[in-house]
């Protein structure tokens, strides 16, 4: 609770004197909430006539240039890349943020316990841990795509075991070091129980980096997602992702047809540049001692 308040000072200063970090965080958040915009309107876009539906094929020549009737131009298959374009946000984020919070729902319970309790418990969930952060995220990833299949629920379950030792290690590590403060020893002295301890007391000391995992770990899923896009494993063929686009896009490449792989590319691109300025100025702001005051 104390870093709370003393953050509340800190966050004014901060937002009357804007340094480059806060100027690019800023530019963050603009840049996250205009697709969180457009992945919520979209539908409201398409009714009003704006966009077009994305699983329609066109009646028009396949591979058209971009123009006012085809803003982003038409792909091989007919569609409407700039439709494909807006509405693969909705993809991305719906695999993103349930991928993130399954891990987030995993990793910090079990950090909590695992650095509180310590004993053979915490041997175990760290050898475990240990053992599946030694392994690439996106390998893990398309092992499990290849297990659980397509789809969105399956895509953010099969990329979401990448990141629970994440959450695990750093929650474990401020329940190591919290756990010892006076106030938790009076707890303890007072009757308090193990549940009471970590609901009470732990939890709101122990989660201060969270919320940039949160956000750096979403950045790195938009791309493993659109890594299983491009390996036929993400989401079904009709759903609307920027991988799957990419990958039908990469045949017609090297004949020219460069729009199909730029809009798509661009957006996935500028989505994770987003989040990543993002994250990087809530860590600067939480942990104001890696930033310069």
């Known amino acids: ?24 965080t800023f530019i963050g958040l603009i840049i996250t909430l205009g697709f969180v915009f457009l992945a919520l309107f979209a539908p409201l876009f398409q009714v009003a006539g704006l966009l077009q539906d994305p699983t329609e094929f066109l009646d028009n020549p396949i591979h058209t240039l971009p123009s006012l009737q085809h ?10 890349i700039f439709s494909r374009t807006i509405f693969g ?3 991305a984020l719906q695999v993103v943020i349930l991928a993130t919070a399954l891990s987030m729902a995993i990793g910090v319970p079990l ?9 053979w418990l915490d041997r175990v969930l760290l050898f475990m841990m240990d053992s599946i952060y030694t392994l690439p995220g996106l390998l893990l990833s398309v092992t499990l795509a290849f297990v659980v299949g397509r789809g969105i629920l399956n895509a953010a379950i099969a990329i979401s075991i990448a990141y629970i030792p994440q959450y695990y290690r750093v929650v474990r590590n401020h329940t190591v070091s919290v756990k010892t403060e006076v106030f938790i020893e009076a707890a303890q ?3 308090a129980n193990t549940w009471q301890v970590l609901s009470r007391y732990l939890f709101l000391n122990v989660i201060q980096s969270v919320p940039v995992l949160f956000t750096l770990n979403a950045a790195d899923a938009i791309l493993v997602l659109g890594g299983l896009g491009f390996l036929g494993l993400g989401l079904p063929a009709e759903v609307p992702e920027w991988g799957h686009d990419l990958r039908q896009a990469l045949e017609a490449l090297p004949t020219g047809i460069w729009w ?11 989505m994770v540049v987003g989040l990543s ?9 939480i942990n104001p001692r890696t930033g310069k005051e």
């Open 111 to 119: 950090g909590m316990v695992s650095g509180y309790l310590g004993g």
């Open 277 to 285: 300025l993002l994250g990087e100025g809530l860590n600067e702001f």
């Open 71 to 80: 803003w982003f131009g038409t792909s091989r298959l007919g569609y409407d």
């Open 1 to 24: 609770m104390t870093a709370v308040k003393t953050s509340l000072p800190r966050l004014f200063r901060l937002t009357k004197n804007p340094n480059l970090s806060q100027k690019l």
């Open 189 to 191: 002295a007072m009757g």
């Open 260 to 270: 199909t792989t730029l809009f798509p590319g661009l957006a996935m691109t500028l």
């Open 89 to 91: 946000i909705q993809a």
